[in-house]
């Protein structure tokens, strides 16, 4: 099978709204994590779109995140409806230096390897982020794993070995937060 083929494709679809953003983010780390793509630039590819979606689109529409996953690359993608005009990838500047806003889409075009925007309809329009793999990381993704002896860590303590249920434990785990006081009005 040639590897421009999908091997894996997802699609989320959310309401306009800024809690939205973090799911999505984590949706799609998520997605890295599971084929083997540093997340960092993904996540935050999808943050920044997403928030110029709700920034710049209409609060009517749903928003949709795919990601697209093949063994050279992962493209994450955020549709929204076109309100005004589609923006010029190629016409991005550096905003002023007390500019509070106006980065989001110079990151996302400096983290990854390539920032399309497609008009899907005359009222929708997609942006995609393209993360390709380095030889060093297709060469890793297609060896075979080699056999590694067990890791004594326990997945509920990272980095700590198990406990002998015989001896006490000299550094319990910490207690819960407590509960935030609660504000009177």
């Known amino acids: 099978m040639p590897s421009a083929y999908i091997r894996a494709s997802f699609r989320f679809v959310y309401e306009p709204l800024p809690e939205h953003v973090s799911d999505a983010r984590r949706q799609?780390?998520?997605?890295?994590?599971?084929?083997?793509?540093?997340?960092?630039?993904?996540?935050?590819?999808?943050?920044?779109?997403?928030?110029?979606?709700?920034?710049?689109?209409?609060?009517?529409?749903?928003?949709?995140?795919?990601?697209?996953?093949?063994?050279?690359?992962?493209?994450?993608?955020?549709?929204?409806?076109?309100?005004?005009?589609?923006?010029?990838?190629?016409?991005?500047?550096?905003?002023?230096?007390?500019?509070?806003?106006?980065?989001?889409?110079?990151l996302v075009r400096e983290v990854c390897d390539r920032v399309e925007?497609?008009?899907?309809?005359p009222d929708q329009k997609a942006l995609s982020?393209?993360?390709?793999?380095?030889?060093?990381?297709?060469?890793?993704?297609?060896?075979?794993?080699?056999?590694?002896?067990?890791?004594p860590t326990t997945p509920a303590n990272p980095g700590r070995p198990p406990r002998d249920p015989k001896k006490p434990d000299k550094n319990p785990p910490m207690p819960p937060n407590p509960p935030a006081p609660r504000r009177s009005s």
């Open 129 to 151: 982020a393209r993360f390709t793999r380095t030889d060093r990381e297709l060469a890793c993704y297609a060896a075979p794993q080699a056999k590694r002896p067990p890791n």
């Open 28 to 106: 799609v780390a998520a997605i890295c994590d599971a084929h083997d793509f540093d997340p960092f630039g993904p996540a935050l590819a999808v943050s920044e779109l997403l928030t110029n979606a709700l920034k710049f689109g209409s609060s009517d529409d749903h928003l949709t995140v795919a990601a697209h996953v093949d063994r050279t690359s992962l493209t994450v993608e955020v549709t929204d409806p076109a309100v005004g005009t589609v923006p010029d990838l190629d016409g991005i500047t550096h905003p002023a230096d007390d500019s509070e806003s106006s980065r989001g889409l110079l």
């Open 117 to 121: 925007v497609t008009r899907r309809t």
